[in-house]
Structure formats: structure tokens, C-alpha cells
């Protein structure tokens, strides 16, 4: 504003605030510049006039003109500036517009705070006189203001609803349109007591202003609706009046455009204050954030079950991809709700549903949607084996799934980092509906984890008991146990046993060593299991008279697999044909195999073997004797060759022969046959590491089909 002397400093030296005010053209004081007027207050303030200086700074706000008005505030302390606009809010609607338009921010800001604290009808007429920017900024304020002001707010509603409606009517007058009068009487009065007010035109053009203002036929009241938006106390506030004021529609629109702005639950608690929930509310809250949304059912479950079932039903409605992740955030007690509603999404959709909760790790909450899956869907590709375990947990109707996996190994390695109780349940399912491959993977899991004693306890009760059981699974126990004996070490089920024996196991204890007994593929496995139970009265079954020498235990199991194929021998001391033997060799049976000229003559000790062997006259070769000890044969494999009719002898890149002869082509054969039997044996017991798992048994004894 221009330092501009409209009048001379002299004129205002013996001031009277009644000349200040404006009663007729005539009555105004020439105009000083606004650092003049500065000046002036200054000086009457020092010289004890604090009263004068506040009765001009009065004046001034409640008779200068706009342009006059918006130059003292500019440069008055915000004290004065503050007194100088107080006063002018007492002007004429006109006059309050006009000086709106003329301050410049930040006088402008601070004025239309002044003015928002106007009457309702006051407020309005203003800014019906403004331009969008301040007439916005005059409305903003005004809610504001009465924010915790219920009264008067729904007293601005309705101004702001009748103000549409009077400027409905004007626009239909100046089209030709003969209005139709609905307002009641009181409607009526509000006119006329604000024409009233308008009649003094303020001078310096804003007669101008006021007539091009009111040529404008926005709606007020949806353009503070529509900013209030995205401010949600003031949605609900506004929301809340609209509905005192008959306004229902219009608040639940309101209400809903500003649920979809809420970042928090307490934000939806606020606009439910305000409006009932409704489906368009309940459906812009379901498409929130999926924590808000569990917030406010957890809160509506205790204040309004209505609205709860109306959340509820949209948050459904929305699909899998919304009710997934509501339900992974929500409290068990809500969850009720949802049970039964989550029939109306697709068997796919609530797997899907399922699936989001696992990755909550909600299982809890998973087997219980669980129940709202029909057997026999088509499996969703983005199930994963946890939702299938949930759902064999939940119902039995889902059990069949289990006889149709493509891989019951990754299945079972899966399930075993479930709790006990749901790994017993899904291998009860598996049991019901013979799935074979799951129930020996679970079993194999199972044998490799710890708790080997309390899972034999588990196994033993096991449903569906087989007929004449009594109650029990000595299969899964037995097939257990035998896995247990696989996956671990000699040294390991010798622990074990112990263990077992130490507790209150000691019949599962007997139960492992019954059957090492009789299973024949663990025939040499037992006595190293019963040399390192040492004082245990259950070594000496399973040891036998072994003192613990490899060697010894070799040539032990080389004669026991030739007294089970030949006849049993005679009592001798030696053979005929002699056969060299060692100090403590017993010699046992004696083999020819053709004639002592184009021959062999094989004697079988309790050592090894010894061979006497004759090329033949055709063969360059002298006759000569070699013996092979029984512990050797664990490097040793026998074949027979046809051509030469020898016996061949394989040890590692060597070769040996036996010379045969013709005539006894098929006893060779059947004697390469037994030492071939004789080295297996050999094998087995070396192939025993006190530290190494001892694998499947060579029999078979125990296998998955026998379940």
C-alpha cells in the first residue's frame, strides 16, 4: 500500500473519535497515510490516550473503506491489526467481503478467522460476495470454528442448505422459470434480515463486487463438503449435522467419499459416530487398509453387532484378495462373523483365504474357515502344503488329497514341523484312507527327528486301530521303530535301548531288540549292538558268544551261510586228499570238482577256504594250493568262465583262476554260486560302523507295503 498523505497531519492533531464515525460523507477525516496513522496512535498512547488510540483503531475497522482498512493492518503489530479487524466483522456483509478482497495473507487469513466466528447467516452472506479462493477459505474457517460447536454448526449446514436453495430459485427467475416456493416462513425471515444487512453498499466499487458475486450459482455447501473429503473430524462433524438437518442422503455420501481417506480405525470410529453404517460405508471401510479394518470390527464387535455383520459382509464381498488379509489381522472373537459368510466366496477363494493366514502364521484361524470347503474342488495352484495340512486337520472329507500327492516325501518333511497334534491327525487321515506313500514318508520324518520315545507312545494309539487291536498300532509302532533302526547308528539304538529301558519304555525296548532278532537282513548288526550294551541284560541275546573281533565275527558268518546251504559235515580231523591246515583250523567239508588229473579239491574250514588245483595235461600249468581266509572275501567277488572252465576270482584290478576241468561244469557253477553267498555275508559284517546310520535292511523285512 502506497505511503500516499491523503490529508494534512495538522487536521487529526486535536482528535475526536466521534468524527470517526461514518455517519454521512461529510463526517470523515481526511485520510493519513497508513504509517501516519501508525504515528498518531503512537504518539497518543505516550502521551496516556490508550483509550483514544483503541477508539480510532475501532473507527477505522468499522468505517474506512477496504482499500483504507487493508493499509493500517498492513502495517499495524498484530495487536492493533487484530482490534482494527474485530471491529470491521461488525460491518455489513458487503463491507466484510470487500475488505476480504482487499487485505492481502497474511491479514487476509487472520480476518477470515474473525469473520468464521460470525453468525451463521452472516457467514454465508459473506461469502456469497466472494470470489472461489477467499469465499473457500471464509467457508474452511467456518466449520473449523464449530467444529466442537454442534449448535452452530448445524445452524451453518442450514444456512448453507437454504442459501442453495435461494440461489436455486434466482437462477430459474433469471432463466425465464417461474420458481417454486417450498422454504417455510423462517427461510423467509433469514432473507430478509440478510438484504437488510446488504443494503449499505460500500463505496470505492464494491457495489460492483457484490453485484458481480452474486451472479454466481456454485453450491456452497457441496464445495465445503467436497474439501472436507480428506479432513475426517470435520466429515463427521459435517456428516452429523447434515443428518440434524434432514440430510440424510447427503451425509451418507458425505461419509462415504470420506471413509475411503481413513488411515486409521479411530478415524471410521468417528464418521460411525456421526452416520449409521450403512453398504456404501461399509464398503468404501472394507477397502481400506486391511489393519484399519480389523481394528474397527474388533471395535464395532463390542459396541454395535450391526454394524459389525454390515463390515463383515462387505469386507466378504470384496473377494479373497481383501478377506485374506483382514482375517490375518483379526482378533479369534470376530472371526465368528466370518465362518459362516465365507460360504458365499468360491471353494478357490477361501483356500486363498486360507493360504493368506498361514503366511500369518493364523492357523488357528485357518482350520477353522477350514469347515467352508466342499470336498472334491479343483486344488488352486497357489495352495501350499500347509493349507492342505490345515484342511485334512479340519475335516476328514479332505483326506482323500492324501492318496493322490505327487510328492509325499516334500509332504511329509513339511507336516514335521507342525505340532505333535497335528502331525498324529494328519497321519490318523493318511491311516483312514490307506495312503501308503504319505504314512511311510511321515513315519521316515518322524525316525529322523528327536522325541523318539514319546512318539512311540503317539503311534501306539494311533486311529483307525486295525480289527482285534485293542485299541493299538503295533504296525505303525513296528514300522517306526524299524525306520528309527535305519536312521540311526549302532551306537544310537544302543542308546536308545538303554533309554528306553532306564524309563518306563522297557516293553519298546524289548520290542527294538525282538526285532533285530528276527528280522535276518540285521543278522550281523546285532552282535555290534550287543557288545556296546555291554552289562545289559539284553547284550548277551544279541552278542552272543562274540568277544568283539571283527575278524572273528566274519568267519563266523561265513560258516553259518555254508551250514545253512550244505548238508551239516562229519566229525574229521582232516581231509582226504590232505589239505594243509593251521593250528586251530577245523577243516568241515570237502568239495571235487572233477578228477585230481584236470581238477580242483576245495576244502572249507572254519577258517577259509583251501584249493588244490590241477590244470590239466593240455594246460602248461603245475598244479598248486592256495587258501583264501574268510575275511578276505569282503574284497573278493567269484564268477565262472565257460571258455576256459575256470573259476574266476576278482579282488579290486587283480584276477585269479581255479582250474575246473570240463566234466564239472555245473558243480563249478553251483560252488562259484556259494562262495559268491559266503562273500555277502563277509560284506555284511564289515560293512557295520558303529557311527554310520545302518540303512535299510537287506531283507526287507519291514517295508511300506506291510502297513
Known amino acids: 500500500m502506497a505511503d500516499r498523505l491523503c490529508g494534512p497531519l495538522a487536521a487529526v492533531t486535536c482528535f475526536n473519535p466521534s468524527m470517526m464515525v461514518d455517519g454521512s460523507p461529510a463526517g470523515r477525516l481526511p485520510w493519513l497515510a497508513p504509517s501516519a496513522v501508525v504515528r498518531r496512535i503512537t504518539e497518543m498512547r505516550a502521551a496516556g490516550g490508550h483509550r483514544p488510540a483503541e477508539m480510532l483503531l475501532d473507527a477505522i475497522g468499522a468505517s474506512r473503506t477496504a482499500g483504507e482498512v487493508a493499509g493500517v493492518v498492513e502495517v499495524l503489530d498484530p495487536a492493533d491489526a487484530g482490534r482494527v479487524l474485530a471491529a470491521a466483522c461488525q460491518r455489513p456483509a458487503a463491507e466484510i467481503a470487500a475488505i476480504l478482497t482487499a487485505l492481502p495473507d497474511p491479514g487476509r487469513a487472520a480476518f477470515a478467522a474473525f469473520a468464521a466466528g460470525l453468525g451463521a447467516p452472516e457467514v454465508v452472506a459473506v461469502s456469497g460476495l466472494l470470489e472461489p479462493p477467499e469465499r473457500d477459505a471464509l467457508l474452511d474457517a467456518a466449520v473449523e470454528v464449530r467444529l466442537d460447536r454442534r449448535p452452530e454448526m448445524i445452524a451453518l449446514v442450514a444456512a448453507l442448505s437454504e442459501a442453495d436453495g435461494g440461489q436455486a430459485e434466482h437462477d430459474q427467475a433469471a432463466a425465464g422459470q417461474r420458481p417454486e416456493r417450498q422454504a417455510d416462513g423462517g427461510r423467509a425471515e433469514h432473507h430478509s434480515a440478510a438484504d437488510r444487512r446488504s443494503e449499505r453498499q460500500p463505496d470505492d466499487g464494491r457495489a460492483e463486487h457484490h453485484s458481480a458475486a452474486g451472479q454466481r450459482s456454485e453450491s456452497q455447501l457441496d464445495g465445503v463438503l467436497d474439501r472436507a473429503v480428506a479432513r475426517i473430524p470435520v466429515a463427521a462433524a459435517l456428516g452429523a449435522a447434515l443428518r440434524d438437518v434432514g440430510a440424510d442422503e447427503r451425509a451418507g455420501r458425505l461419509i462415504g467419499r470420506a471413509a475411503g481417506h481413513c488411515q486409521h480405525a479411530i478415524e471410521f470410529i468417528g464418521l460411525l459416530g456421526a452416520v449409521p453404517i450403512d453398504d456404501a460405508l461399509a464398503r468404501a471401510a472394507a477397502r481400506c487398509d486391511p489393519g484399519h479394518v480389523a481394528a ?171 480289527a482285534a487291536s485293542g485299541g493299538r498300532r503295533p504296525d505303525l509302532v513296528d514300522r517306526y521303530l524299524d525306520l528309527v533302526i535305519q536312521y540311526r547308528s549302532p551306537r544310537e539304538v544302543a542308546a536308545l535301548i ?61 560258516v553259518e551261510e555254508l551250514r545253512r546251504v550244505l548238508r551239516e559235515p562229519g566229525p574229521v580231523d582232516r581231509w582226504l586228499p590232505v589239505l594243509s591246515l593251521r593250528t586251530a583250523e577245523r577243516p568241515l567239508w570237502l568239495v571235487r570238482l572233477g578228477d585230481l588229473d584236470a581238477g580242483s579239491l576245495i576244502g572249507l574250514s572254519n577258517r577259509g577256504v583251501h584249493c588244490h588245483s590241477v590244470p590239466g595235461p593240455h594246460m602248461r600249468q603245475e598244479p598248486r594250493e592256495f587258501r583264501i581266509d574268510y575275511e578276505q572275501f569282503a574284497h573278493l567277488t567269484f564268477g565262472f568262465t565257460e571258455e576256459s572252465h575256470r573259476i ?60
Open 296 to 466: 474397527l470390527i474388533g471395535h464395532l464387535e463390542t459396541t454395535d453387532h450391526d454394524a459389525a455383520d454390515a463390515l463383515a459382509d462387505a469386507v466378504v464381498a470384496e473377494g479373497p484378495g481383501t478377506t485374506g488379509p483382514v482375517l490375518a489381522r483379526l482378533d479369534p472373537e470376530p472371526m465368528r462373523r466370518f465362518v459362516p459368510r465365507l460360504a458365499g466366496l468360491t471353494p478357490s477363494g477361501v483356500v486363498e483365504v486360507m493360504a493368506e493366514l498361514v503366511r500369518a502364521d493364523r492357523r488357528v484361524l485357518s482350520r477353522a474357515i477350514a469347515t467352508a470347503v466342499p470336498p472334491g474342488f479343483a486344488w488352486p495352484s497357489q495352495a501350499g502344503t500347509r493349507v492342505l495340512i490345515d484342511l485334512v486337520v479340519a475335516s476328514a472329507v479332505h483326506s482323500a488329497r492324501l492318496t493322490g500327492l505327487a510328492a509325499p516325501g516334500a509332504f511329509a518333511a513339511e507336516l514335521a514341523g507342525e505340532p505333535p497334534g497335528v502331525i498324529a491327525a494328519v497321519l490318523t487321515r493318511a491311516c483312514a484312507v490307506a495312503a501308503v506313500p504319505v504314512v511311510d514318508a511321515i513315519l521316515g520324518e518322524l525316525a529322523r527327528g528327536p522325541d523318539t520315545v514319546k512318539w512311540v507312545a503317539r503311534l501306539w494309539h494311533i486311529a483307525p486301530e486295525p
Open 648 to 707: 574266476r576270482i576278482v579282488k579290486q584290478q587283480a584276477t585269479y583262476f581255479w582250474a575246473v576241468g570240463p566234466a564239472a561244469e555245473a558243480q563249478a557253477r553251483g560252488v562259484t554260486a556259494l562262495l559268491n553267498v559266503v562273500a555277502t555275508a563277509v560284506r555284511a559284517v564289515f560293512a557295520v560302523h558303529l557311527d554310520e546310520p545302518l540303512g535299510p535292511s537287506a531283507s526287507g523285512w519291514f517295508s511300506a507295503e506291510r502297513i
Open 498 to 558: 538303554d533309554e528306553l529301558d532306564a524309563g518306563d519304555g522297557s516293553p519298546m525296548a524289548g520290542r527294538i531288540v525282538r526285532m533285530l532278532l528276527d528280522d535276518p537282513g540285521r543278522r550281523w548288526v546285532r552282535p555290534y549292538i550287543g557288545h556296546l550294551l555291554g552289562g545289559s541284560p539284553r547284550a548277551a541275546g544279541l552278542r552272543g558268544d562274540w568277544t568283539g573281533d571283527r575278524v572273528e565275527l566274519a568267519r563266523a558268518a561265513a
